[in-house]
């Protein structure tokens, strides 16, 4: 079974690209999807975190804007949620690629935004990066987010450098153009990868 990594920073068009990979077929493991399981009300990970900042859950219930506080008050946090965060993720995506596997399936895709910093390439056979210029992305995430574009500028450049990303990719859809042009380059991707 071949295994396809999935990454690009925030408002790159990452989770449009994996939504087309998955109408073509391919079954997509959605890390974000994956966190956001663990984190709902009850989710697997709230014990654990109530643990590291006991005021942020309440009553099985994570509340994130508390939670987001404690991390920019003590930033040291952030690596301890992750220490929580990432092993459940990765138990669920091994999961997954059993499940694929004993299905007989040919491909499946890795939709990692931490791919390259979790060290998750190791585990593909390829890495596709979604990439759009920087102002393109700037105004996506502003847009997304509701705040200013230089609040925007400041979040992307806490993530690793879309350069850097590329430079590691082994194929890299653009989604800086229309709709329509994105849609040919995946399309595109699929047919080499049934070729």
């Not at 952030?78 to 997954?96: N, S, T």
């Not at 056979?125 to 509701?146: E, F, I, M, N, T």
């Not at 990303?165 to 042009?181: D, F, L, N, W």
Request: hydrophobic letters at 45%; charged letters at 25%.
């Amino acid at each position: 079974m071949k295994i396809l990594g999935l990454t690009g920073g925030m408002g790159m068009g990452k989770s449009t690209v994996a939504t087309l990979l998955q109408r073509a077929g391919l079954p997509v493991f959605d890390a974000d999807a994956e966190v956001r399981r663990l984190q709902a009300d009850h989710g697997a990970a709230l014990p654990a975190i109530a643990q590291l900042v006991p005021h942020a859950v309440q009553n099985g219930h994570l509340d994130r804007a508390v939670l987001r506080q404690a991390v920019i008050k003590q930033p040291a946090l952030l690596k301890k949620l992750e220490h929580i965060i990432h092993p459940m993720v990765r138990a669920a995506r091994a999961q997954f690629l059993r499940t694929q596997r004993l299905q007989g399936v040919r491909c499946v895709v890795l939709d990692i935004p931490l791919l390259y910093e979790t060290g998750a390439q190791r585990e593909c056979d390829d890495v596709l990066v979604v990439s759009a210029p920087h102002w393109v992305q700037a105004r996506r995430v502003a847009k997304r987010r509701g705040m200013p574009p230089a609040e925007a500028c400041k979040l992307i450049a806490r993530q690793m450098p879309d350069a850097q990303r590329v430079r590691q990719a082994g194929k890299v859809i653009r989604t800086g153009g229309s709709m329509r042009e994105t849609e040919r380059q995946v399309r595109q991707f699929i047919r080499s990868l049934r070729a």
